[in-house]
């Protein structure tokens, strides 16, 4: 799990860093760059948790509601 | 005789139900998961050109790339209240249990979008505005959409009689509906930090074309994730209502009262 956490972080980094316009941001200011990289993917991460937290809830209850109707 | 009769008919009832509810599982399972995978396929697309292809803004840097997720966000939690509010309304009129389902589905979906909101804004305005939080209008309005919303929820499961705690919740569901157009208008009618609208604006949108492109993929993605789940937990609560009512009919006073708690 932590793996597949770092892999996509190092991707993401990769995409943002390479992407159009970013060099012309990085002179010599790292850290605030990072930052700006963690506040995006905390961002993100925790939309997809929550649509994912709510994919899960509905997959429980309707696992529950099948066995309920077809023992 | 009768009293045969009668059963017999109690149980043809109940296998209809089951015929009725297999049916129902799998329309909802089909379009469920249909737009899941396309809204999905869709999603991956958005996230490619948001780490990878569109250009990054000049003045506020890689930050300003969660506009992609909290735009969208806005824009499903918007359409969510509207279905909770428009279904809610016809309840009260008809008093269809089903419409009470999807706005139940609808609420569900724009509690959790209006969170993506409140939470991708403040980690944007931390660096942009160097704070997490301000009580500037729009901020504020929208906090409170969250409130009148899980209000929603309380309401709903505060009473012992079912039916009371699902129109007390269908006025919050109305009432509540009616703070979206002014959380639009409030940067435009207050004194505002929040930055004006860049999409939804009458002379179009004002946005560099790749931004404008990734905006709008954005937007689909989320709609048809939305929907896809929507139509589950609708179709979820129907089954739940039907198996709730088979096991009253057989006699199960147990699943009723269940039902009552949980609903």
């Known amino acids: ?71 | 005789m009768e009293k045969r009769r009668g059963r017999f008919q109690v149980k043809a009832e109940a296998t209809r139900r089951e015929a009725s509810s297999h049916m129902t599982l799998r329309a909802v399972r089909w379009w469920g998961l249909s737009l899941g995978a396309v809204g999905v396929a869709l999603t991956i697309v958005f996230h490619w050109q948001v780490f990878f292809w569109v250009p990054t803004e000049a003045s506020m840097g890689i930050v300003q790339r969660i506009f992609y997720i909290h735009l969208p966000g806005a824009w499903v939690a918007f359409l969510a209240f509207g279905i909770v509010a428009l279904c809610s309304a016809v309840y009260l009129w008809l008093g269809e249990e089903k419409l009470d389902h999807a706005a139940l589905a609808a609420a569900e979906g724009g509690m959790v979008f209006t969170t993506i909101v409140l939470v991708s804004g403040p980690l944007w305005a931390r660096l942009a505005w160097g704070t997490w939080w301000t009580w500037e209008p729009r901020l504020t309005l929208t906090l409170l959409l969250w409130f009148i919303y899980l209000g929603y929820f309380l309401v709903r499961n505060s009473t012992q009689n079912r039916d009371r705690g699902r129109k007390f919740a269908a006025v919050v569901g109305i009432v509540g509906a009616l703070n979206i157009p002014l959380i639009h208008m409030s940067v435009l009618w207050f004194r505002s930090l929040h930055p004006q609208p860049v999409v939804a604006r009458t002379d179009g949108p004002q946005l560099h074309p790749d931004m404008a492109t990734t905006v709008f993929t954005a937007l689909g993605a989320w709609t048809l994730v939305f929907l896809s789940l929507f139509i589950l937990r609708y179709g979820t609560a129907r089954l739940e209502a039907r198996a709730e009512r088979t096991s009253v009919d057989m006699g199960d006073p147990l699943s009723a009262e269940q039902g009552a708690v949980t609903s």
């Open chain 1, 1 to 71: 799990m932590i793996r597949v956490v770092l892999m996509i972080l190092a991707l993401v980094a990769l995409g943002l860093g390479l992407a159009p316009g970013t060099e012309a941001l990085q002179t010599g200011d790292a850290p605030r760059q990072m930052r700006h990289f963690w506040h995006v993917f905390a961002a993100y991460a925790l939309a997809w948790l929550l649509v994912f937290g709510w994919a899960a809830s509905i997959a429980r209850r309707l696992k529950r509601v099948e066995d309920r109707l077809d023992p």
